[in-house]
């Protein structure tokens, strides 16, 4: 508006209708020469219009320099000017090198102090001793040419700026053995007093020394140590964010409800020299997990239990029957079984093996010994014909002593067969040397007069023609009297055995049955002490 005004003021320009219906022009110019002019205004008009626009032209320039100051002194609203936060940002970068650490006097240290929380437990690799887990990782640290005031940037006091634009401290952790997927989080949040927090989750890789021996009811304890690479401790010292009771029992993020469980952070600082050269700052966490052990007491635990429960029922069966050794087989080959499908689950190292698999070992060997002692007592019931008489010092100790021992109820009994199968073997052996000498004995006068008679009436028909036949018939009785004899003997014998193999089965089946408790109870308090540890 203002450069309007000037222009109309320098042209002097106006149109005024007079009665006539013409118009005057009026130039800046004083009175007395625009007084003597008028007489030659009509002749010269056409000569005055080209030195008035050669004259605004020149003035234009003008006109615009006098129209900034002639505003600002007026009192109006000057043109918006730039952000704060970009001003700001300007400020702190324009002059900024990221190549060195931040101190005005390089004798200063740079003190940063970090934390970690954990987020979840991703993976534990046993076989190449390997922990994948996923932290919340922040630290914070001091730099002096960061520093404004927040006054003249409209009281802003705080700025996130790009990482890449500013130094940054080169924390790493020792146990680092593989790079994860970890998101990008390009801005660190910068305060007016030059303090810096960086903010950021991390997949942390990591090499463990994993003790699976205790498994599945095993505690890991694996450490993270954060240290600077390069520089020393007079250079760049690291602390703890928070107090450590506060990092030990931070619980709040973490995901708790997969395979492992989150018991406890431990902090601890500690300076680290190689060669007596100079030191460095390592800040070590220790994160103690221990492993849900529910999922594999049930696939693991209890069906091996159950099998070894009927095994020891399998001891009911007769040892006399043949269907005891049949099912003590299948029994095996089921455990040889179900040892290939769960040999995936179990976790596999070159350094040691778990108690667990030792378990499944002796279980197998517990199997084994149990279908041998069948076999064994299966042969001692079986073998009739081809046995000879029990032994007396099995007798004694199995007979009588293992029946005290033992305390079996029909001891009784078989103290009686005893007797009675002794008294027969004695009466068989005594007939077999009499009939070596002579062919028949009697007992009763009348059979012996009935013999003496018979025997005078043979030497009678000796001496005839048909005494070859009644010799003939009286060998092949004599023979078949024998033949029942000796098979009642061998009843005997194999009824002696049934009874030794009983009490043998018996004692067997007890020891068994004390190691099966004795390894249950002594696995069972190491794993319930393990679990409360």
């Known amino acids: 508006m203002q450069r309007e005004r000037l222009i109309a003021r320098l042209i002097g320009r106006s149109q005024k209708p007079d009665g006539g219906g013409k118009a005057y022009e009026y130039c800046l110019l004083p009175c007395s020469?625009?007084?003597?002019?008028?007489?030659?205004?009509?002749?010269?008009?056409?000569?005055?219009?080209?030195?008035?626009?050669?004259?605004?032209?020149?003035?234009?320039?003008?006109?615009?320099?006098?129209?900034?100051?002639?505003?600002?002194?007026?009192?109006?609203?000057?043109?918006?000017?730039?952000?704060?936060?970009?001003?700001?940002?300007?400020?702190?970068?324009?002059?900024?090198?990221?190549?060195?650490?931040?101190?005005?006097?390089?004798?200063?240290?740079?003190?940063?102090?970090?934390?970690?929380?954990?987020?979840?437990?991703?993976?534990?690799?046993?076989?190449?001793?390997?922990?994948?887990?996923?932290?919340?990782?922040?630290?914070?640290?001091?730099?002096?040419?960061?520093?404004?005031?927040?006054?003249?940037f409209d009281n802003l006091t705080q700025i996130s700026l790009p990482v890449e634009s500013i130094w940054v401290p080169d924390i790493h952790i020792n146990e680092f053995v593989d790079v994860g997927k970890s998101p990008h989080v390009p801005y660190v949040y910068v305060s007016h007093h030059g303090e810096v927090q960086n903010l950021k989750p991390i997949q942390v890789m990591t090499a463990c020394s994993l003790d699976i021996y205790n498994f599945p009811f095993d505690v890991q304890n694996c450490s993270l140590t954060f240290t600077s690479w390069l520089h020393h401790i007079r250079d760049i010292n690291l602390s703890l964010w928070r107090q450590p009771e506060l990092v030990k029992f931070d619980r709040s993020i973490f995901m708790n409800q997969g395979e492992w469980e989150l018991l406890y952070v431990l902090s601890r600082f500690q300076e680290f020299s190689v060669k007596s050269s100079d030191s460095y700052a390592e800040m070590k966490f220790y994160v103690v997990i221990r492993r849900r052990p529910l999922f594999y007491t049930v696939s693991l635990l209890l069906p091996s239990i159950f099998l070894m429960v009927m095994d020891i029922v399998g001891f009911y069966l007769p040892p006399h029957s043949g269907e005891r050794v049949s099912f003590k087989i299948t029994l095996l080959l089921g455990y040889s079984v179900f040892l290939i499908i769960v040999s995936d689950t179990l976790p596999a190292t070159a350094v040691g093996t778990p108690l667990i698999g030792i378990y499944f070992v002796v279980c197998m060997a517990l199997l084994v010994i149990s279908l041998t002692e069948t076999i064994l007592i299966v042969r001692l019931v079986h073998k009739q014909d081809l046995q000879p008489h029990v032994p007396e010092w099995v007798k004694h100790l199995l007979l009588e002593r293992a029946t005290i021992l033992l305390c079996i109820r029909d001891r009784k009994k078989l103290g009686q067969s005893r007797t009675q199968s002794l008294d027969t073997s004695r009466q068989v052996?005594?007939?077999?040397?009499?009939?070596?000498?002579?062919?028949?004995?009697?007992?009763?006068?009348?059979?012996?007069?009935?013999?003496?008679?018979?025997?005078?009436?043979?030497?009678?028909?000796?001496?005839?023609?048909?005494?070859?036949?009644?010799?003939?018939?009286?060998?092949?009785?004599?023979?078949?009297?024998?033949?029942l004899e000796k098979r009642e003997e061998f009843r005997d014998v194999a009824r002696e055995w049934l009874q030794v193999g009983y009490v043998l089965d018996v004692l067997l089946f007890r020891v068994y049955l004390a190691a099966v408790l004795a390894y249950s109870i002594t696995l069972g308090t190491l794993w319930s002490v393990w679990r409360d540890a």
């Open 429 to 483: 052996e005594n007939n077999d040397s009499t009939a070596k000498l002579t062919p028949y004995v009697c007992e009763d006068p009348r059979e012996c007069g009935a013999a003496g008679g018979m025997r005078s009436a043979l030497a009678f028909a000796g001496r005839t023609e048909g005494s070859a036949a009644l010799q003939e018939m009286l060998r092949e009785t004599t023979a078949i009297r024998q033949l």
């Open 33 to 152: 020469a625009q007084s003597s002019a008028e007489p030659a205004a009509t002749g010269a008009s056409g000569s005055m219009v080209p030195t008035a626009l050669g004259a605004l032209l020149a003035l234009l320039p003008l006109a615009s320099m006098l129209q900034s100051p002639g505003s600002q002194r007026g009192g109006r609203v000057p043109e918006p000017s730039e952000p704060a936060l970009r001003r700001l940002c300007h400020h702190l970068l324009a002059h900024y090198q990221k190549g060195t650490r931040p101190v005005r006097d390089w004798r200063t240290t740079t003190n940063v102090a970090i934390d970690l929380m954990v987020y979840a437990i991703l993976s534990v690799d046993e076989k190449n001793q390997v922990l994948t887990t996923y932290i919340w990782y922040r630290q914070h640290w001091t730099d002096e040419f960061l520093k404004w005031d927040p006054a003249h």
